[in-house]
Structure formats: C-alpha cells, structure tokens
T-cell receptor
Framework: NAGVTQTPKFRVLKTGQSMTLLCAQD?????MYWYRQDPGMGLRLIHYSVGEGTTAKGEVPDGYNVSRLKKQNFLLGLESAAPSQTSVYFCASSYPRGPGELFFGEGSRLTVL | DQQVKQNSPSLSVQEGRISILNCDYT??????FLWYKKYPAEGPTFLISISSIKDKNEDGRFTVFLNKSAKHLSLHIVPSQPGDSAVYFCAATQAGGAQKLVFGQGTRLTINP
C-alpha cells in the first residue's frame, strides 16, 4: 500500500499563478486534511473533509480552495498564489473511529516568487 | 494565538540517557493529546497519545505524562537512541467529530553518540 501520496513534491510559482496539489489515499479513510508547515509555526490546518463531497475550513483557509469529489482524493487549489503561501504542504487522512491518529503524506514544497 | 506551545526549539541528549520533551496548551476543551515524530523530507508519523482521563501512557521506550491542572504534557524517551533524532510535534484535539489536530511548533531532538 502506498498510504498517502502527494503530487507534485516540489513546485515553483510566480505571484498570481494558480495550481492544484493532489492528495490520494488508498486506506479507505473517511477523513482527509490539508496542513501547511512554516518555520516556527508547526502545522496549521487549512481545510478538511469528513467525507466524499464535503469540505470545511480549518485555521488558515484564506487563499485556498479544496474539493473532495472522490473518497480517495483531496485537492488543494491556489487560485492566485502569493509569496505568503510559500510553505510545505502536508495532506493527511484518518478513520473517524477514534481521535487523532492521522496518516500523513511526504509533503509538497511550494515556493511562490 | 498559539493554543499548543513547545517552548524548546531544540534539545540535545546523549545516547542512552533520558530525553524529555515538553508541551503546554491553553485550550481547556482539548481532551486528547498526541506526539508525532518527523524525519527530514518525510511526513509526520504518529508516536503516542493520551486521553485526558489518564495521566500517563506508556509504549515501550516512550511515555507521555499529562498534568491537566497545569495544562502541560511531556514525552519521555528512555533510553534515547540515535534513531530518535527527529523533530517532535505535540498536538491536541477534542475527541469526537472531525479529528482536527492543533500542533505545537516542534522540538528538534538530537541524540549524540
């Protein structure tokens, strides 16, 4: 099993460009999440989904959109990238049965110039 | 407002000795706490957790202690091994519903031979 797979692993954008990060999980998890990690800030929740077709805002949702059209996929979109969105993005998934044990992907490093 | 804080950005410990990582939280609604371990270029992986109804949970070399009155938890690793060198994140959540974790800033642990 691959677990949680993120693509792309690295990307460089210019300010104002758009892009989509793809997260795929093969564990049949109901819940999926997008976090960003910045130096000195830990991981902060951007958006999450508790099931196919549902999404909700996390702690830092501004400038991002998400979609969960299929249970195994969770897409994170940047419509107009800004330098403040330079970060490492982590996707995670989990079962709903018990609190907290999230399975994370390897991360996607995004640089916005 | 940082609801979960790890005030030590780094910690260096000699191999075989005890490593103690600390974490403080401010939100009294948190009732489940977790520690994640992260190696470079990888996603965080779940290490150990504790419910607020307990004050200690042990798993092999890893023990987590919870002091609810002080809103403080700690992770003890004994004996420390070189493979324990990583960044450790403390996280907290409310059990039930979407498992939205709030992370601390992380502590980089280095185990010296």
């Amino acid at each position: 099993n691959a677990g949680v797979t993120q693509t792309p692993k690295f990307r460089v954008l210019k300010t104002g460009q758009s892009m989509t990060l793809l997260c795929a999980q093969d564990m049949n998890h109901e819940y999926m999440y997008w976090y960003r990690q910045d130096p000195g800030m830990g991981l902060r929740l951007i958006h999450y989904s508790v099931g196919e077709g549902t999404t909700a805002k996390g702690e830092v949702p501004d400038g991002y959109n998400v979609s969960r059209l299929k249970k195994q996929n969770f897409l994170l979109g940047l419509e107009s990238a800004a330098p403040s969105q330079t970060s490492v993005y982590f996707c995670a998934s989990s079962y709903p049965r018990g609190p907290g044990e999230l399975f994370f992907g390897e991360g996607s490093r995004l640089t916005v110039l | 407002d940082q609801q979960v804080k790890q005030n030590s950005p780094s910690l260096s410990v000699q191999e075989g000795r005890i490593s103690i990582l600390n974490c403080d939280y401010t939100n009294s609604m948190f009732d489940y706490f977790l520690w994640y371990k992260k190696y470079p270029a990888e996603g965080p992986t779940f290490l150990i957790s504790i419910s607020s109804i307990k004050d200690k949970n042990e798993d092999g070399r890893f023990t987590v202690f919870l002091n609810k009155s002080a809103k403080h938890l700690s992770l003890h690793i004994v004996p420390s091994q070189p493979g324990d060198s990583a960044v450790y994140f403390c996280a907290a959540t409310q059990a039930g519903g979407a498992q939205k974790l709030v992370f601390g800033q992380g502590t980089r642990l280095t185990i010296n031979p």
